[in-house]
């Protein structure tokens, strides 16, 4: 195996039989998170992985001479491979192996910072690692005994295996708890009767930026893929007056293995109790069409289809005029904005106080002046669209959740 020098950045072949272009430049900008530099991208042109080595065994050759020519420290494959394949292709090329599932996995253990994003991390690592395990004893073990009778190296892997699925359990366990507390945290927000507004998109595409410039919050903003593992809530004032939660969520990608779906999909149901989706496109990404029907996919994965949803096309300061046209004629309703510069803000909140209100009811009601103190304790809360002032009343038009309008009903006079 090649060792690798103290502050030496680490470089990587790319291997891939797929000739899907975008995905291999997601992948390099994938070990690019990671400070890892793809000095080259090897494609092979097959319809199925070979069950050995995943490229044929003829590209085996090739791989050596990249190698040595290119002083590659890793080969990535652009795909999941099965245990066999990784093992086979160690032994062959004598460097580190990963495919795109321990990248990701490697990214997210990188980012995680709370409780439940480390846990969940290692969650999914466990669970890619264990059945990579099973066949290892045998090829560890060269002292195994007679028929029937299991070596030390069979031994051993069987005691790893064991202590992970333990670990499993444990985690298992723990993410139990802490979705409980998620669960009565939901709950409080919903007791707030303020509105939740999550923000969900591929990877990347400026999420935590929006949220930090209209929330004035301090957020991680990072140019790299993954830099929001744990969601993140935020109390914005819209235009209205009326404030809502607006949630931060894990950036979605294509191909997302199986293993990080599960350890993720609790964190990421969390939308389904959202009152208002903004799905935010990168419109410079000359890929955006494909990520934005990835993104729109797991939305429906999700069953979070019928929520309301707006689509947002970010950072168009960094495309002509006359694609932003385009744009808006292809998809009628869309908002187009820049969240590092600021521009569309203004639009999108506006358009997001009127998505609101369509859930909503409206009711004129009238008060006393010295009552009109109950409406103030619930401005967060409501729109008023209307006020006359008569005599030593005020007559309001709200516009409020039912339960809001309920209790202001209370406090007036008559209603009209």
Known sequence: MQQIKRNELMRAIVITIKGDYSSVEEIQQLLRTLNIDTVEVLYQKRERPDSRYYVGEGKIGKLLELIDFSGA?????????????????????????KDRTQVILDIFAQHATTEEGKLQVEFAKLKYELPRLIGQGKWLSRLGGGTGTRGPGEQKIEEKRRKIRERIVAIKRQLSELAKDRTQQRKMRLNSELPMVSVVGYTNAGKSSL???????DILIANQLFSTLSPVVRRVKLPSGRVALFKDTVGFIKNVPHTIIEAFKSTLEEILFSDLILLVVDLSDENFQEKLDTSLSVVYELGADEIPRLLVFNKVDLI?????????QSYPGAILISAVKADGIRELLSCIDKELEKSEKEALLTF??????WVLKERE?????EQIFRDNQVIVRIKARS??????????TQEG
């Open 381 to 385: 809360k409501i729109v008023v669209k």
């Open 368 to 373: 006393k002046l010295q009552d009109m103190s």
């Open 320 to 328: 002509p005029y006359s694609q932003r046209i385009k744009i808006l």
């Open 73 to 97: 420290h890793m080969v990535v494959v652009d795909d999941e491979l099965t245990p066999v394949q990784a093992k086979n292709l160690e032994k062959k090329l004598s460097v580190v192996i």
């Open 403 to 412: 339960s809001v309008l309920e209790r202001l009903r209370q406090h007036s």
């Open 211 to 217: 949220i930090k410039i209209i929330s004035g919050s």
